[in-house]
Antibody
């Protein structure tokens, strides 16, 4: 069973950058051929897809966030990361990492528990 | 960009069926996934690829998709089904994931 766990700062100042890491257990990222995702949820609001990365390193981003976001695979093969720049209060949200399927259109089967990131001075 | 439209809320009495719709242009040509999210928890997929039910999901949950509307049906609603439900597709024209706005299911 795949498990995912987000880690990173809980509080970020406006205009600063956010770096989150997702640790994957129960398998390596490079071996499975899956898509790995970052998804966020502003408190009280719906789910917003941030972007996806394939095990080969190909990336896909939400057009509304693309200019501020980068998703990458870590050399450990069991982690992937999210970097988001120029944060504002509107970026305060629960950030989830999640594993999709072997196709771009597959569902997101496995989710981390999520980590609340607050953007505030 | 592709838009998925869900009703903000649906209310149903226990034991009655609940139907949650997800509207989108020619959504019947896409694979639709449905997620259940209870307060404070991560989403859980309850129906994938229009009508497939993952292991562990009760048979009461089913999905359909045709034309411009996909539907999640819970045949006999229980108190534990009270949650937010989201539909999701992959938009091939823009290469990105799209979520519906979510529907809050209230069990009366």
């Amino acid at each position: 069973q795949v498990q995912l766990q987000e880690s990173g700062p809980r509080l970020v100042k406006p205009s600063q950058s956010l770096s989150l890491t997702c640790a994957v257990s129960g398998g390596s990222i490079s071996s499975g051929g899956y898509y790995w995702n970052w998804i966020r949820q502003i408190p009280g609001k719906g789910l917003e897809w941030i972007g996806s990365i394939y095990y080969t390193g190909s990336t896909y981003y939400n057009p509304s966030l693309k200019s501020r976001v980068m998703i990458s695979l870590n050399t450990s093969e069991t982690e992937f990361s999210l970097k988001m720049t120029s944060l504002t209060a509107a970026d305060t949200a629960v950030y989830y990492c999640a594993r999709g399927g072997i196709q771009l259109w597959s569902c997101v089967h496995f989710w981390g528990q999520g980590t609340l990131v607050t953007v505030s001075s | 960009s592709y838009v998925l439209t869900q009703p903000p809320s649906v209310s149903v009495a226990p034991g009655q069926p609940a139907r949650i719709t997800c509207g989108g242009d020619f959504i019947g040509l896409k694979s639709v996934h449905w997620y259940q999210q209870r307060p404070g928890q991560a989403p859980v997929v309850v129906v994938s690829d229009d009508r497939d039910r993952p292991s562990g999901i009760p048979e009461r949950f089913s999905g359909s998709n045709s034309g411009n509307t996909a539907t999640l049906t819970i045949s006999r609603v229980e108190a534990g089904d009270e949650a937010d439900y989201y539909c999701q597709v992959w938009d091939m024209s823009t290469y990105h994931v799209v979520f519906g706005g979510g529907t809050k299911l209230t069990v009366l």
